[in-house]
Nanobody
C-alpha cells in the first residue's frame, strides 16, 4: 500500500522560504516520477512541479518557475519542494503525488496514481 506523508508546511510572511518534504513508502520509490500539486480555497487542485525517476528532468508551472525547486533523494524515499520568495497567492494545501511510470510528463500533464494527505502553507502579506 502506497503511503505519501507530507511535512514542512506552516504560516510564513511574504518573501519567506519553506521546504516541504514527502516521505514515501510501499513502493519502489526510484521507479516513480513524483510531483507536487496545490489547492487554494475555492479553486481546483493545480499542478506545481514534477521530477522524473532519477531526477534528470523537472517541470514547473509558470506561476512558480524561478521560485520553487523540486528535488528527490531516492536513498531516503523522499521528495522535496523548496519554496522561495513566497507570495500570498501561494497559500494552499500542498499535495505530494506519485506519478505513473513511463507516462508523458509536462507542466500540464502528470498522471497521478497516489496522493498524500496534504500540508497547509499560508503566506501572509
Amino acid at each position: 500500500q502506497v503511503q505519501l506523508v507530507e511535512s514542512g508546511g506552516g504560516l510564513v510572511q511574504a518573501g519567506s522560504s519553506l521546504r516541504l518534504s514527502c516521505a514515501a513508502s510501499g513502493l519502489t520509490f526510484s521507479n516513480f516520477p513524483m510531483g507536487w500539486f496545490r489547492q487554494a480555497p475555492g479553486k481546483e487542485r493545480e499542478f506545481v512541479t514534477a521530477i522524473t525517476q532519477l531526477g534528470a528532468s523537472t517541470y514547473y508551472a509558470d506561476s512558480v518557475k524561478g521560485r520553487f525547486t523540486i528535488s528527490r533523494d531516492n536513498a531516503k524515499n523522499t521528495v522535496y519542494l523548496q519554496m522561495n520568495t513566497l507570495k500570498p497567492e501561494d497559500t494552499a494545501v500542498y499535495y505530494c503525488a506519485a506519478g505513473r511510470p513511463f507516462a508523458v510528463i509536462s507542466s500540464t500533464r502528470f498522471d497521478v496514481i497516489s496522493w498524500g494527505q496534504g500540508t497547509q502553507v499560508t503566506v501572509s502579506s
